[in-house]
C-alpha cells in the first residue's frame, strides 16, 4: 500500500494536537500570567526504497511565548506584576517548589501569604506569614511589609523572586519549573511592580487565525487519505480484471 495514507494519518493527528494547544492558548487569554504554549512540526523524509518525496510530520516541542504580557494597573497593595524575566515562587500541591507570573495574593484565614488560585507564596525563607490586624505592602524589591494600628511599618518577609537562565518547563498543574526539576536560587536584582498585575501574552486574533489554518491543513490530510484509499481500489481493480 502507498505509503501516502499513513503520511496523512500522522499529519492529521499533528493537526489536531496543534488545535489543543491553540484552543487552550484561546481559553486562557484572560488568565494572569500566562505564558503561551509554543507548536511547532518538522518534516522528516521517509528512509527506505521507493520515492523519497514521502515525509512525516513530526511534532516538535518549543516551549512557551516568553514574551511579557500586558500589564494593568489595579491599585491593589497586594497585586504585583513580575518584571523583565523575573517570577514568582509558589509551593505546588505536591509540596514542590514552582514558579508563576500570577502575581494576585490575599492572606489566608491562617495569615498566610497565599495567591488567590490558592498556591502558598514563597519567600526567601519559606512561607511568608502576615500578623494580625495590619496592613499589607509589597516593594519593588519583593519586600513583604505590615503596617499595625500604630502606624509603624515592619518586613515580615521577602518574596522569593528567581531569574532562570533559560526556559522553564510547564507542569500540567499549569506551574512552571526548573528543567532538572531543583529549585531556583533567589536573585537580588529581580524586581515587581507594585498595584499591577500582568495578563496574558495570547494574541487572540493571531491565535484564531492559527486555528483556521490547522482546520483547513487537517481537510487537507483527509482529503489525502480518501485520495490513497481511491487509488487502494483502482489498483486492486486493475489486477483483478487484468487476472
Do not use: C
Request: without cysteine.
Amino acid at each position: 500500500m502507498d505509503r501516502m495514507i499513513y503520511l496523512s494519518m500522522a499529519g492529521a493527528k499533528t493537526n489536531m494536537a496543534q488545535q489543543d494547544v491553540l484552543s487552550n492558548n484561546l481559553a486562557n487569554v484572560n488568565t494572569t500570567g500566562f505564558r503561551a504554549q509554543l507548536h511547532a512540526v518538522r518534516a522528516v523524509p521517509v528512509r527506505g526504497d521507493g520515492a523519497s518525496t514521502r515525509v512525516y510530520s513530526l511534532e516538535t516541542t518549543v516551549g512557551y511565548d516568553a514574551k511579557p504580557g500586558p500589564l494593568t494597573v489595579t491599585g491593589r497593595p497586594l497585586d504585583v506584576a513580575a518584571q523583565g524575566n523575573a517570577w514568582l515562587s509558589v509551593q505546588a500541591l505536591d509540596g514542590t517548589e514552582a514558579y508563576t507570573r500570577f502575581g494576585s495574593f490575599m492572606v489566608d484565614a491562617q495569615g498566610t501569604l497565599v495567591t488567590s488560585n490558592g498556591r502558598q507564596v514563597m519567600g526567601d525563607g519559606g512561607p511568608i506569614s502576615i500578623p494580625a490586624n495590619t496592613e499589607v505592602s509589597i516593594g519593588s524589591d519583593g519586600t513583604v511589609s505590615a503596617k499595625g494600628v500604630n502606624g509603624r511599618s515592619t518586613a515580615v518577609g521577602r518574596l522569593k523572586l528567581v531569574i532562570p537562565e533559560g526556559q522553564l518547563t510547564r507542569g500540567d498543574d499549569g506551574l512552571f519549573r526548573a528543567p532538572d526539576g531543583a529549585d531556583l536560587p533567589a536573585s537580588a536584582v529581580a524586581r515587581v511592580q507594585e498595584g499591577a498585575l500582568e495578563g496574558s501574552n495570547v494574541n487572540p486574533i493571531e491565535t484564531m487565525v492559527q486555528m483556521i489554518a490547522a482546520a483547513r491543513q487537517y481537510e487537507t490530510q483527509t482529503k489525502m487519505m480518501q485520495t490513497a484509499e481511491q487509488n487502494e481500489k483502482a489498483a486492486a481493480q486493475l489486477l483483478s480484471s487484468g487476472g
